[in-house]
């Protein structure tokens, strides 16, 4: 997550792929290659739904919980890099973070799947269940991450809507709030950033 945040971009991709391929998954190798098995998590979503058994991280499997957060690292280091693998990683990690069950995971992984289907029209309803049911998790946990996170979302929902001065609003609350609140969140800082001039 960091060498791809921080612009070592085949140094970042080649770590992802093995980290993801020692816990027996893959980075979609093209746009074709991700197409499909992105459809079939969507699907897997829809049918599932966004429930899930509340459970404290000790007594989850910590390999359960390894996953969950190296697809977190996948989704958000590739975001502005291969955004096509990201948005396919991302229902996966969705449905990972909720059968695993601990809340704050969940929120971020919420938060991320609403990102990736505000780009897509059809997706907007989704999004817009997704981000109101991050804000409400997060705040309810009272992890300021995931608050940041799911503001943020609020924020590129905004944007993609074209909804300017309301996505230059919420992008310097998330903006302001990650500042504030949070550390070791540089990824959420830049995104924040970026948001802000888009809506400018």
Request: aromatic share 6%; proline share 4%; with cysteine.
């Amino acid at each position: 997550e960091q060498f791809l945040i921080g612009g070592y971009i085949d140094r970042g991709l080649n770590q992802i792929r093995t980290m993801l391929a020692d816990l027996g998954m893959s980075v979609p190798g093209s746009p074709r290659a991700a197409l499909l098995p992105l459809l079939w998590r969507c699907a897997r979503l829809r049918w599932r739904g966004l429930h899930f058994t509340s459970r404290t991280a000790d007594q989850v499997d910590p390999d359960t919980l390894l996953c969950v957060d190296a697809c977190w690292s996948a989704a958000t280091g590739l975001l502005l890099v291969d955004m096509i693998s990201a948005v396919a990683i991302s229902p996966r990690h969705l449905l990972v973070a909720l059968d695993a069950g601990e809340p704050y995971r969940p929120a971020g992984a919420m938060a991320l799947e609403s990102m990736a289907r505000a780009a897509y029209p059809s997706g907007r309803a989704l999004s817009r269940r997704l981000v109101e049911q991050s804000k409400e998790l997060a705040k309810s946990v009272g992890q300021p991450h995931a608050i940041g996170v799911s503001r943020l979302a609020d924020a590129m929902i905004a944007i993609s809507l074209g909804q300017w001065k309301n996505a230059l609003t919420l992008s310097e609350d998330a903006l302001a709030f990650l500042r504030d609140q949070c550390v070791g969140v540089t990824w959420e800082l830049n995104m924040a950033q970026n948001v802000v001039i888009w809506a400018l």
